[in-house]
């Protein structure tokens, strides 16, 4: 078996304005640390319309693809831009996710990194937000549930903003284990433990500003590992984001690039477990290039040695 790594180079046409922290270097500094990984290289297909209404409805869907611009840059919401190229890679990276669902359940390779870009986590049905267009992840546990038959499929979130994306498209969805968890207070404003989701299917971890690497391996020893074994997914989702790294310029945590190891590992421990290793990691956020690069690597690296 071997670890399928799936990107394009549409993902670096969706251009934002200069100092947007969403930006076209992000993906090429992931590329570039995992370039002497041993992967298999897909490119990622463009999303087929039948997985995107999983999630957003057609007029949404419409609206995105009429509001690229020619020229310039479009802005949708107060953090959201598109450009032309934007809705081929925004596309992509929907279609990514859904197809490497399909291989890893398909038994063509052990699990999957999605390097793709527009991150997908904070994307509502009817709205973008975030720098996020359509649901990625959302859509790829859709798919896998609907079009694979699987039972029960689990989200993990380790980006430091809530998923509220993720939570918003999945939580009248007993099928899916949503776990989040984020810096709170931070944007969006969402994402506290109390909110369990309208089927009781979401786990929100706050952690507060300055959290150190202690106080994030014990939370998800005691609560993250627990549940997901308890809920035993068929299939494991990954949104990973590497922006509550310490050096990262949008949040206040405190995590090393090794807690990104020591969670790789140990979600694909409970992977191992539960659904034979089969786990697909889509890129979502981190603004500090360098620290960005280092802990996708890390988490990649963990992800082709568990995949052999």
């Given at each position: 078996m071997t670890?399928?790594?799936?990107?394009h180079p549409d993902c670096l046409e969706h251009v934002t304005p200069s100092g947007h922290p969403e930006q076209v270097a992000r993906l090429t500094y992931v590329l570039d640390a995992i370039k002497d990984i041993d992967l298999k290289q897909y490119k990622a297909?463009?999303?087929?319309?039948?997985?995107l209404l999983r999630c957003h409805p057609q007029g949404y869907i419409d609206e995105i693809r009429a509001k690229e611009p020619t020229v310039g840059f479009r802005q949708l919401d107060e953090d959201t831009h598109m450009s032309f190229g934007s809705v081929n890679a925004a596309w992509r990276a929907a279609g990514g996710a859904v197809k490497a669902v399909d291989l890893v359940l398909g038994g063509e390779v052990k699990n999957a990194f999605v390097a793709t870009r527009p991150p997908g986590h904070h994307a509502l049905a009817d709205a973008p937000m975030g720098f996020c267009l359509f649901g990625n992840v959302s859509i790829a546990a859709?798919?896998?549930?609907?079009?694979?038959?699987?039972?029960?499929?689990?989200?993990?979130?380790?980006?430091?903003?809530?998923?509220?994306?993720?939570q918003a498209l999945c939580e009248n969805d007993p099928r899916i284990l949503v776990v989040t968890s984020q810096q709170v207070p931070l944007w969006p404003g969402s994402g506290e433990p109390s909110d369990r989701g309208q089927a009781g299917n979401i786990v929100n971890i706050a952690f507060p500003p300055q959290?150190?690497?202690?106080?994030?391996?014990?939370?998800?020893?005691?609560?993250?590992?627990?549940?997901?074994?308890?809920?035993?997914p068929q299939l494991l989702l990954i949104s990973a984001g590497f922006d509550a790294h310490k050096d990262d310029p949008l949040a206040e945590l405190a995590f090393e690039t090794e807690d990104y190891t020591?969670?790789?590992?140990?979600l694909v421990d409970v992977a191992d477990k539960c659904c034979q290793g089969r786990v697909v990691s889509v890129l979502e956020g981190g603004y500090n290039l360098d620290a960005l690069a280092v802990s996708a690597a890390a988490h990649v690296k963990v992800l082709e040695e568990r995949g052999r």
């Open positions: 670890t399928a790594l799936l990107t297909p463009l999303a087929a319309e039948d997985d859709k798919h896998a549930l609907d079009f694979h038959g699987l039972d029960r499929v689990a989200i993990v979130d380790f980006d430091v903003h809530h998923g509220n994306g993720t959290a150190s690497s202690d106080q994030f391996r014990k939370v998800y020893e005691e609560q993250v590992f627990p549940q997901l074994e308890a809920f035993n020591w969670v790789t590992e140990r």
